[in-house]
């Protein structure tokens, strides 16, 4: 069905933004995808592919971090995007003025620095942002790969769960993407590892603590996970923790943020600080303007607006996130619901599923009230939910399947998210062969008497 569906066959489906990016491929290559996408449902196909990932790591010994992460950083540097839309402009022009925003601190901060390295180079802005955002993704991957050590049964098990956490459009970040998530998902990585390597005992609590701080300095989505920090001291003890044992971890979760504002109070930045100050005033509805910028989702019994004004969980904002959804982590959801109806005792079977549970449910509760201000080309706000959300369900299928039904299972999931989103999807990102839809973006044309927003929201509405 999803390779029909991909191919455009399936009438009423023509809008579903993330599900047909065959489109923009050329011919061949789309009938290419497909034969091989469909070809993944035959047993002997998988079988090949389960053995090939046998012989491959009996073989090959596991490379160094300090090798691997800089082969992946010029890989996704090789193939980085060329398509400019949504923030990226507004980021890079901003950076250029302020040396950090709200919410995303230190990711802007990080911005700041690779124009200020970018103007005195000569390389440019842009390039050395893009060259941050490589570094960026490798030290996810590198980091993903750490994660799926602590959580598969297998020594061989850590590239599986990390390829599963990475196998949809989520991986687009970190080529080259101009935006702040890849620098959000090496912090996520960071502190899924550090959550697990504490609930083994391989840490103490210092180290989620900070990992978490990291987080919170780098984008305040993080807070979000807050909830999810506190269960995982609950789940390493065994009990609630006490008062002082949570306040102490959120003391030193606080440390990073906190020495970055003091630094930036220090040097006199008063204008940063102030436009942050601004900032976090009107995302909290206390501006007291006429015509606020809406950062969050209007409640359920309010009227729903133009563009990506939506009521929370009305049909648009569903089928945005759907779209969204399958957009980053194809498989994610569908594993993780199917566990959740079927066998729900698993959610919380082991300490580390536990605690990857918590991290996913405060993050879908992100995910349902942020506003996807830019439609479509905001397909990258949700990629801390969903890589969070795709590491539960890689422990879900590592640790609950057999091992003959998971192989094949991998197999199948990695294969067609490959196939159907991720590779379609960096390709887009580098050049669309065909103008199938918003992310062969061919700039705005505006009406007689229309602002340049009206002209936008007039784009993205067929799709919306």
């Not at 053995?51 to 890989?75: I, K």
């Not at 550090?194 to 989505?221: D, E, I, Y």
């Not at 959610?347 to 009230?369: D, I, K, P, Q, S």
């Not at 990629?383 to 039904?405: K, M, T």
Request: positive net charge.
């Amino acid at each position: 069905m999803l390779v029909l569906v991909a191919s455009g066959a399936v009438p009423g489906l023509d809008r579903a933004w993330a599900f047909d990016l065959w489109l923009y491929l050329p011919v061949p290559v789309a009938v290419g995808f497909g034969i091989a996408t469909a070809s993944l449902a035959l047993a002997p196909v998988r079988g090949l592919l389960v053995r090939a990932f046998a012989t491959t790591s009996r073989r090959g010994g596991e490379a160094p971090a300090w090798f691997v992460a800089p082969v992946l950083a010029l890989f996704f540097w090789l193939l980085r995007e060329n398509q400019l839309y949504g923030d990226s402009k507004i980021l890079l022009f901003t950076a250029a003025r302020w040396s950090f925003l709200f919410p995303d601190i230190g990711a802007t901060f990080l911005f700041h620095l690779a124009g200020v390295v970018g103007q005195l180079s000569g390389a440019g802005a842009i390039a050395v942002t893009q060259a941050f955002v490589c570094v960026a993704g490798a030290l996810a991957v590198v980091g993903f790969v750490r994660v799926g050590r602590l959580l598969a049964p297998e020594r061989s098990g850590g590239a599986l769960v990390a390829a599963l956490i990475l196998c949809g459009g989520v991986s687009r970040v970190f080529f080259g993407h101009v935006e702040v998530y890849a620098f959000v998902l090496a912090c996520a990585a960071l502190y899924l590892w550090a959550g697990c390597a504490f609930l083994q005992g391989r840490t103490g609590w210092v180290a989620p603590s900070l990992a978490l701080g990291l987080g919170l300095w780098m984008h305040l989505s993080f807070v979000f996970l807050v909830p999810s920090h506190v269960a995982l001291l609950w789940l390493a003890k065994g009990r609630r923790p006490a008062a002082l044992e949570a306040a102490r971890s959120l003391a030193v979760m606080g440390v990073p943020l906190l020495l970055f504002l003091g630094a930036m109070l220090a040097l006199g930045r008063w204008d940063d600080l102030g436009l942050a100050r601004d900032t976090l005033v009107e995302m909290a509805g206390l501006s007291g303007k006429a015509d606020p910028h809406e950062s969050w989702l209007r409640g359920p019994f309010a009227e729903a607006g133009s563009g990506t004004l939506y009521t929370l969980f009305s049909w648009p904002h569903l089928k945005y996130l759907a779209n969204a959804g399958y957009l980053l982590a194809p498989a994610a959801a569908p594993i993780v619901l199917g566990f959740a109806l079927l066998r729900p005792a698993n959610l919380v079977a082991r300490r580390e599923t536990a605690f990857l549970a918590a991290t996913t449910a405060m993050l879908l509760v992100y995910a349902a009230v942020v506003r996807p201000v830019w439609g479509p080309y905001d397909w990258d706000v949700f990629a801390l939910p969903a890589a969070c959300g795709a590491a539960l369900a890689a422990q879900l299928v590592v640790h609950e399947l057999s091992r003959e039904r998971r192989a094949h299972f991998c197999a199948l999931v990695i294969g067609a998210s490959v196939l159907l989103v991720l590779v379609p999807f960096v390709a887009i990102g580098i050049a669309p062969s065909r103008p199938a839809g918003l992310f062969a973006d061919e700039g705005i044309e505006r009406a007689p008497g229309e602002s340049e927003w009206e002209a936008f929201e007039r784009k993205i509405g067929p799709w919306l």
